[in-house]
């Protein structure tokens, strides 16, 4: 009897998947005050397209680039107000796929960082890894530039892990990404217990 084949994400070439060609500037959901999508009390944003298809993926909807409602001023300032509350750590990017979705994350994180410097974080998730990051479009770079914490790696279902911290397969690795960019070479957080 045949073996059933594994079926694993797609696998992009260096700068195939450009978010001008892609996004739509659509996101697929936005979560305040919460405590699951990175450390301390999160704001998160998903923006909808990714083109990865982990199979498994837990947020298979927001593959879709025009899912969900287009981003807009209204949304940002919302966001932006509900991180000056004093309790909120940070802001969170996750999808679909940050990466391709750079006009959207650029634009918050710059209005972040002119409002609170860096008195909060920015995490992002994406199915890129830091080494195909290094590869990437100048877009995806200088998002990479600005943000904190990246958890990188396809969720390959292979290497599920439920008892992971923040991630949920143990091939996806998160990454100090100041510190590795200062280093030029991957610095895990810190505060990784498992």
């Not at 397209?49 to 209204?74: I, K, L, M, S, V």
């Not at 999808?95 to 960082?113: H, I, K, M, Y």
């Not at 390959?156 to 008892?163: I, V």
Request: aromatic share 10%.
């Amino acid at each position: 009897m045949a073996e059933k084949a594994i079926k694993l994400p797609k696998n992009p070439q260096p700068g195939e998947w450009r978010a001008e060609n892609l996004s739509l500037k659509y996101i697929a959901d936005y979560k305040p005050f919460n405590f699951v999508d990175g450390e301390g009390v999160r704001c998160s944003l998903y923006v909808s397209g990714c083109r990865f298809a982990c199979p498994g993926c837990y947020n298979a909807a927001a593959q879709n680039f025009h899912y969900g409602q287009p981003y807009t001023d209204e949304l940002q300032a919302q966001i932006l107000d509900d991180l000056g509350q004093s309790y909120v750590q940070g802001l969170t990017l996750l999808g679909g796929e940050p990466f391709v979705n750079t006009q959207v994350c650029l634009q918050l994180v710059d209005a972040l960082r002119e409002r609170f410097g860096h008195t909060k974080d920015i995490w992002s998730w994406t199915g890129y890894t830091w080494d195909e990051l290094m590869q990437e479009t100048p877009d995806k770079l200088e998002l990479l530039s600005k943000i904190d914490i990246l958890v990188d790696g396809r969720f390959l279902l292979a290497k599920k892990d439920l008892t992971l911290q923040f991630r949920g397969s143990s091939n996806q690795r998160i990454i100090d990404v100041q510190k590795s960019l200062a280093q030029n070479k991957v610095v895990l957080w810190d505060k990784l217990v498992k």
